[in-house]
């Protein structure tokens, strides 16, 4: 299974993007989506997610501001920012778990990473 995100770039403070990221291969079941962000020298930290169901969760700092969203059909999963901040600056991957027929108790398959920087 691939991961293709897209969507990263240099906005200034108060500004929106939205980033995608599209899943490819030999799928058989999607379990949940999620986005991550890593800034230098600090953890990986999940920013949101959505399962099947439509059920999201959001770190507490980004909340009111991104939405996640996704698109099955499409095996893509999507995260609106809206009102960025310079504090928004940092490496953005998305994780899908995936079920496939070689790893039926399924995986996390990662993203290549997008950068996305905020200027003040």
């Known amino acids: 299974v691939q991961l293709q995100a897209s969507g990263g770039g240099l906005v200034q403070a108060g500004e929106s993007l939205r980033l995608a990221c599209a899943a490819s291969?030999?799928?058989?079941?999607?379990?949940?989506m999620a986005w991550y962000r890593q800034a230098p020298g600090k953890e990986r930290d999940l920013v949101a997610a959505?399962?099947?169901?439509?059920?999201?969760n959001y770190l507490d700092s980004v909340k009111g501001r991104f939405t996640i969203s996704a698109e099955n059909a499409k095996n893509t999963v999507y995260l609106q920012m809206n009102d960025l901040k310079p504090e928004d600056t940092a490496t953005y991957y998305c994780n899908i778990f995936v079920t496939t027929t070689n790893r039926p108790a399924g995986y996390g398959a990662w993203g290549q990473g997008t950068q996305l920087t905020v200027s003040s």
């Open positions: 959505i399962n099947r169901s439509g059920v999201t």
């Open positions: 291969g030999s799928i058989s079941s999607i379990k949940f």
